[in-house]
């Protein structure tokens, strides 16, 4: 995957009075045009791999759609992804009527043991990457993609998922970066109830997921964890 999705450069590292010539890896990044019924969506940055996925996650996660039964096919050429969707007999959730119904109760051990599932060699590597995981209730990493933005890592995770028909409900994301409204908003149209990150929340992050029923874990490490929102989600 290193190899693939990273490019190796040189460059001159100064540290005090010492300057030498050194070879960097640093991740890669494609433009891809995102289609809908022949419409163009949005174009997307992104680590070039599982753009199928990408699309999937995307239309579910930004509500174009409500469920992945109301995409008819996905066809990717190069650099363009197209979906064919069924038309809405009517629009998809707004986020203002969508909210987290499933009542799954999620063990603390296992949030903690789970950080070690965002570890990366692309990251190591680059320092340029992100991790999304989605994990299940016996802490079992049932998914782990990699993309140099976090939205996106998080999409593709989910769409990898939604191909599986996993129950979404029973897992939670695990995700690298801080969490916006934008970023929990994805999860809460795809069903997640808990949302785990080894980083900050954003104000707009804790009141999204207080608003919509999810639980929001920050700064999570394999001996701590910060629980913002809806801690009757894990048992302490």
């Given at each position: 995957?290193?190899?693939?999705?990273?490019?190796?450069?040189?460059?001159?590292?100064?540290?005090?009075?010492?300057?030498?010539?050194?070879?960097?890896?640093?991740?890669?990044?494609?433009?891809?045009?995102?289609?809908?019924n022949n419409k163009h969506l949005v174009s997307i940055l992104t680590t070039p791999n599982l753009l199928e996925e990408l699309l999937?996650?995307?239309?579910?996660?930004?509500?174009?759609?409500?469920?992945?039964?109301?995409?008819?096919?996905?066809?990717?050429?190069?650099?363009?992804?197209?979906?064919?969707?069924?038309?809405?007999?009517?629009?998809?959730?707004?986020?203002?009527?969508?909210?987290?119904?499933?009542?799954?109760?999620?063990?603390?051990?296992?949030?903690?043991?789970?950080?070690?599932?965002?570890?990366?060699?692309?990251?190591?590597?680059?320092?340029?990457?992100?991790?999304?995981?989605?994990?299940?209730?016996?802490?079992?990493?049932?998914?782990?993609?990699?993309?140099?933005?976090?939205?996106?890592?998080?999409?593709?995770?989910?769409?990898?998922?939604?191909?599986?028909?996993?129950?979404?409900?029973?897992?939670?994301?695990?995700?690298?970066?801080?969490?916006?409204?934008?970023?929990?908003?994805?999860?809460?149209?795809?069903?997640?109830?808990?949302?785990?990150?080894?980083?900050?929340?954003?104000?707009?992050?804790?009141?999204?997921?207080?608003?919509?029923?999810?639980?929001?874990?920050?700064?999570?490490?394999?001996?701590?964890?910060?629980?913002?929102?809806?801690?009757?989600?894990?048992?302490?």
């Amino acid at each position: 995957m290193i190899k693939r999705y990273a490019k190796t450069y040189k460059a001159l590292a100064v540290k005090n009075s010492s300057i030498k010539e050194v070879e960097i890896s640093v991740a890669c990044e494609k433009a891809v045009e995102l289609f809908v019924n022949n419409k163009h969506l949005v174009s997307i940055l992104t680590t070039p791999n599982l753009l199928e996925e990408l699309l999937l996650g995307f239309l579910v996660c930004e509500g174009i759609v409500n469920n992945p039964e109301d995409i008819i096919s996905i066809d990717v050429e190069d650099s363009r992804i197209m979906a064919t969707i069924k038309e809405q007999s009517k629009p998809a959730s707004s986020h203002q009527d969508i909210r987290t119904v499933c009542d799954t109760v999620f063990e603390r051990q296992v949030i903690l043991d789970s950080v070690n599932c965002l570890e990366s060699e692309l990251y190591h590597t680059t320092r340029g990457a992100h991790a999304a995981c989605i994990v299940n209730k016996q802490g079992e990493c049932k998914k782990r993609l990699i993309d140099v933005r976090r939205h996106n890592a998080i999409d593709k995770v989910v769409g990898c998922a939604l191909y599986e028909h996993l129950d979404l409900c029973t897992h939670f994301l695990l995700s690298t970066g801080r969490q916006s409204a934008s970023m929990v908003l994805k999860a809460v149209r795809a069903g997640i109830p808990l949302i785990v990150t080894n980083t900050a929340p954003l104000d707009s992050g804790i009141d999204a997921a207080d608003r919509y029923n999810v639980c929001l874990v920050c700064f999570a490490e394999p001996d701590y964890m910060l629980i913002t929102t809806h801690p009757e989600r894990i048992k302490i």
